[in-house]
């Protein structure tokens, strides 16, 4: 399969210099957000400004690109241009919106199929659409009675270019138009899609996209204190690091291992406040390798292993620290032990049964230090209830998990 985004509108509602493609939207231009999550396809741009193809060129340089020197002739005309470089089925999509991961599902389809939404920020200037039963009757920007707006991401056959066609010699041509022909013969189906998605056109509308991004980076599994705490801060440094190729997401978790080796060595060289500081330093820099995986579309299995091997080796030498630091006796060694396994434990259960809790994770675990090396500069005595407070609170948090396994069955 293939995919043609059409990057040659002139953007004049946006009125800014840099073409609108390439505008920043949470540290990657619009286009790269969408190009990154169509790894695995060929992709062809339609462009007219030269920027954008030096960007392309240099950041991805597969990407087959298709000059367009008649941007004035509408996006239909952009389409059509692509009639020799397609000869399948293929995704289609605009290069100034932002869509939400649950619209890239590569699977086949019949006819060519436009997804559709219920939900649009700017309704007067969208594109509506009304259907019937499985088909699309009509679809247009001035349609008075419609059922939903066109998200401006379709999957097309082939036979789409012989309906441009048709069309091409009347000089400007929508998009819109050239679907609308296809609704004619019933050849245009949709199909529904509650993902997030923005067209944007104004400077207030690259805003609200950048909100749908950083909602898109929150995790299901994410513990209280990154809900509240770590991702205001990570989404910060992420956007920051974005710019950085060479940050990939294993090499963050490398970094953030590095900074918890760094935080059990200042516990043991008496520095509490600053041990603190680092360990939960370390929990925010843990939230980034995970947003620059899903921003640039990096996840792969070996990450999420490495993510994990390198978090309990962490957190080891963390509480190790934490030990040594107190001094080695009967009562730190048990709460040293107790603490290894709170460490441990919520995580295995969690990776058997699945069940898992927002206030017993390792931000959680991490927070608590990070309180404990500051309340440590005023006596020593609280390195020990450190250990105590997250031996005791994550093992009860585990076994929480086996009661609600056992329940399961």
Request: net charge positive.
């Amino acid at each position: 399969m293939k995919a043609v985004i059409l990057a040659a509108g002139l953007g004049r509602r946006m009125q800014s210099e840099e073409p609108k493609p390439l505008l920043p939207l949470f540290g990657m231009p619009i286009i790269e957000h969408t190009i990154r999550k169509l790894k695995g396809i060929d992709i062809i741009v339609v462009y007219h400004d030269e920027r954008i193809k030096k960007y392309i060129e240099k950041k991805f340089p597969d990407v087959k690109l298709i000059y367009n020197p008649e941007p004035d002739r509408e996006n239909g005309w952009s389409l059509y241009l692509a009639k020799d470089f397609v000869n399948e089925d293929f995704l289609l999509l605009m290069a100034d919106h932002y869509y939400g991961e649950e619209f890239f599902q590569f699977k086949k389809r019949r006819n060519t199929t436009v997804f559709v939404s219920k939900h649009c920020r700017d309704a007067e200037e969208a594109t509506k659409v009304k259907v019937d039963g499985k088909k699309v009757v009509n679809i247009g920007k001035k349609l008075r009675k419609y059922d939903y707006f066109d998200t401006g991401f379709f999957y097309c056959k082939k036979d789409v270019f012989k309906y441009a066609e048709k069309l091409a010699e009347k000089g400007k041509m929508k998009l819109a138009e050239i679907m609308k022909e296809l609704a004619k013969e019933g050849k245009l189906e949709y199909e529904v899609v509650n993902a997030s998605w923005t067209d944007i056109d104004t400077k207030k509308e690259l805003k609200y996209a950048e909100e749908l991004v950083k909602k898109s980076l929150i995790k299901e599994g994410d513990g209280i204190i990154s809900k509240n705490v770590n991702r205001k801060i990570s989404m910060r440094i992420t956007k920051y690091l974005l710019k950085f190729g060479f940050l990939t997401p294993n090499v963050l978790t490398v970094i953030s291992f590095l900074i918890g080796i760094f935080s059990s060595a200042l516990f043991m060289l008496k520095s509490f406040i600053f041990a603190g500081l680092m360990a939960q330093f370390c929990s925010i820099l843990d939230g980034c390798d995970g947003e620059i995986a899903r921003l640039k579309n990096l996840k792969s299995k070996f990450g999420g292993i490495l993510d994990a091997y390198l978090d309990r080796i962490a957190d080891f030498l963390i509480i190790f620290g934490i030990f040594l630091a107190y001094g080695i006796d009967t009562i730190s060694s048990i709460a040293f032990l107790i603490a290894l396994l709170g460490c441990i434990m919520p995580s295995y259960i969690y990776h058997l049964s699945g069940i898992r809790s927002d206030l017993f994770g390792r931000d959680v675990r991490l927070f608590i230090v990070f309180i404990g090396g500051i309340l440590a500069t005023l006596n020593k005595e609280f390195l020990l209830y450190t250990l105590l407070f997250i031996g005791i609170y994550m093992n009860v948090g585990a076994i929480s998990f086996l009661l609600q396994a056992r329940k399961k069955g």
